[in-house]
């Protein structure tokens, strides 16, 4: 009697309290609400600061025209930005937890809808660092609350998904909303769309699914911009199930890539002085290959490449130390070496640039006589990329040495390998 007794007086006691508390939440609650506008986000919009990392110390704001995002945005604009966007469920943040987080397509399932703008800072490879942002389906990212200005002046390029597997009519028409917009305030933006899901589809679904949607994307953004321009829009099928997600985002990459001819030609005399048939320069982090030679690019070639990284890395990561464990390139570096050997008489040279950068080169088994020539000519193709890297870290190089001195560096290592193919020549005659 004495129990209840107390429990009723204290109960008593809190009513008026929480009678306070309620009122007070409601108030603000009526607040927080007024501030939002109905079909977008506020103004004040921001970035969920737990999932979010900072730039240079400050946290990134939404697409806002506040004075807040501005000091951020200039913070920002030193790295490229990838804006993922198309219609709610076509699989844009699956292709961001797949490329950039390792999860197994399987685990997506269960990945909850985003509500959210999400940025993700692409910093594990040592050549280029972007940002990614995935920016949800329901956003609508023209309305008037969204600075346009600022959203897609710092804005590299746009991938726009859409689901082949759903009705694509309404996001061929947000489609022509985002082109005429973006192209509007930036000109030099790439776009790309990615045709997501075609695992379900057969071979020949495929491409009657890529010629409608490229067939009517064309027709509606066929009167943007003026008559003597063209946006060129490039369309990839893509799935997380196999390689193509990486693929595609690996030409997405090089087109934010300065000088990518010049190292396309690099590694195009790379092979043909070695003797391979192919080589890719990759990003061990993603497995997104920075640049390749110019001859055309075999998926299944692609796949063993990316299947070679992984087991390097599994193999470095089980003699690792511990602090080295938690690090996705454990146990790469410039003494980094392998190679592979199939049954079809093809051999798979893996040889590491630094840390995070390893180039893998696909060639017959006749070939490893020339091993010696091939190890030579890495060296030398190893220095010039190390030099290239060095002189776009940032702060690490005067006005005298800048980026601008990029393609004498390159031209310097094409012909150095030019002339050891010349002395070889020379010899055998």
């Known amino acids: 009697k004495k129990l209840g007794l107390l429990l009723r007086t204290m109960s008593a006691a809190q009513q008026p309290q929480q009678q306070q508390l309620g009122a007070a939440a409601a108030v603000e609650e009526e607040a927080t609400v007024g501030s939002y506008v109905v079909g977008s986000f506020p103004v004040q919009y921001g970035y969920d600061q737990a999932g979010v990392a900072s730039v240079n110390g400050v946290g990134v704001g939404a697409m806002s025209s506040s004075s807040g995002v501005a000091g951020a945005s200039a913070a920002a604009d030193e790295k490229p930005r990838i804006l993922v966007m198309g219609m709610r469920r076509s699989g844009k943040s699956s292709i961001q937890k797949v490329v950039f987080h390792k999860m197994s397509p399987n685990e997506t399932l269960f990945l909850e809808s985003t509500c959210k703008i999400q940025k993700d800072e692409v910093s594990d490879c040592s050549f280029i660092q972007f940002s990614v942002w995935d920016v949800p389906g329901h956003i609508d990212y023209m309305n008037d609350v969204f600075d346009a200005n600022d959203t897609f002046s710092s804005t590299g390029a746009i991938v726009f998904v859409i689901d082949a597997q759903d009705e694509y009519i309404d996001a061929i028409d947000r489609l022509k909303v985002l082109v005429s917009g973006a192209y509007s305030v930036n000109p030099k933006i790439k776009f790309e769309v990615f045709i997501h899901k075609v695992d379900g589809l057969s071979d020949e679904q495929k491409i009657e699914t890529q010629c409608d949607i490229t067939q009517r994307a064309n027709d509606v953004l066929i009167d943007i911009g003026n008559g003597n321009e063209v946006i060129n829009i490039h369309y990839h099928l893509t799935t997380i199930y196999d390689h193509s997600i990486f693929e595609a985002f690996s030409k997405v990459v090089q ?32 497995k997104i290959y920075i640049a390749t030679d ?10 063993l490449c990316c299947d070679m990284i992984d087991l390097v890395v599994d193999v470095g990561t089980i003699y690792s130390d511990g602090p080295e464990l938690a690090d996705e390139s454990a146990g790469f570096s410039e003494e980094t070496a392998a190679s592979i050997r199939l049954d079809n008489s093809t051999v798979l040279l893996l040889r590491g640039v630094d840390r995070r950068l390893a180039l893998v080169c696909v060639l017959r088994e006749e070939g490893m006589d020339r091993q010696g020539i091939i190890e030579y000519n890495f060296q030398r193709v190893r220095q010039g990329l190390q030099k290239v890297l060095s002189l776009r870290q940032p702060g690490a190089a005067s006005p005298a040495t800048g980026p601008q001195q990029l393609p004498g560096v390159l031209k310097s290592i094409e012909a150095s390998l030019t002339n050891r193919q010349q002395q070889q020549q020379g010899a055998k005659a």
């Open 255 to 286: 087109k934010l890539i300065p000088h990518m001819g010049a190292f396309e030609s690099l590694l195009n005399i790379f092979c043909n002085n070695s003797g391979l048939e192919k080589a890719f320069l990759f990003d061990v982090a993603t």
């Open 294 to 303: 110019p001859s055309p690019v075999d998926m299944q070639v692609y796949e």
